[in-house]
């Protein structure tokens, strides 16, 4: 199956800086690329949808001048929390799909990651 | 708005009992259906999918899930469990609303699934 790799797995930052996590779909070019939050025994929340060369779609109430998308490429996506606070410590993981000939793919999610802002 | 039903929040069984998880969907255009697995700390892992078709559909490791339209379900099954199969399942559903085939996927709060050796 299509492989979906997240880096780095696990990140400890500091209060007020920036941190970069990186989705790469590695044997596909993604049409799509998603970034959800997941808070502990809850289930995943939908941050951000994104498609090469255009503007990620933020979900209501996410902010979008603190957590930066960039799809750079079909097989590249980058989340960046921008300042960030301990409150933005979560498990945050991405997904990719793609097109075949009749409709959108099933997502192929990356292994998550860790972090933790103190 | 679509939404997914998963009313077990947490089952336990037996290692080699039976299994079923069940996952109720809003009613929508022609759904598509999804089953995935979260092991602690990790990422998800497709078990299953359904688009067209068979509604019995069969996935990885020994699960099947069925389709019922007129039951707006697909429950997640399977005959005898593994201490392996401990993990997190999530059920989801996405609507093709223009009917070009492009989705929103909307997931369930999952089920945790205990098993006793």
């Known amino acids: 199956g299509a492989v979906v790799s997240q880096h780095p797995s696990w990140v400890i930052c500091k209060s007020g800086t920036s941190v970069k996590i990186e989705c790469r779909s590695l044997d596909f070019q993604a049409t799509t690329m998603f970034w959800y939050r997941q808070f502990p025994k809850q289930s995943l929340m939908l941050m951000a949808t994104s498609n090469e060369g255009s503007k990620a779609t933020y979900e209501q109430g996410v902010e979008k001048d603190k957590f930066l998308i960039n799809h750079a490429s079909l097989t590249l996506s980058t989340l960046t929390v921008t300042s960030a606070h301990p409150e933005d410590s979560s498990f945050y993981i991405c997904s990719a799909r793609y097109r075949d000939r009749w409709r959108d793919t099933e997502a192929f999610f990356g292994q998550g990651t860790r972090l933790t802002v103190v | ?117």
């Open chain 2, 1 to 117: 708005a679509q939404s997914v039903t998963q009313p077990d929040i947490h089952i336990t069984v037996s290692e080699g009992a039976s299994l079923e998880l069940r996952c109720n969907y809003s009613y929508g255009a022609t759904p598509y259906l999804f089953w995935y697995v979260q092991s602690p700390g990790q990422g998800l892992q497709l078990l299953l999918k359904y688009f067209s078709g068979d509604t019995l559909v069969q996935g990885i490791k020994g699960f099947e899930a069925e389709f019922k339209r007129s039951q707006s379900s697909f429950n997640l099954r399977k005959p005898s469990v593994h201490w392996s199969d401990a993990a997190e399942y999530f059920c989801a559903v996405g609507y093709d609303y223009s009917g070009a085939g492009s989705y929103q996927l909307t997931f369930g709060k999952g089920t945790k699934l205990s098993v006793i050796p």
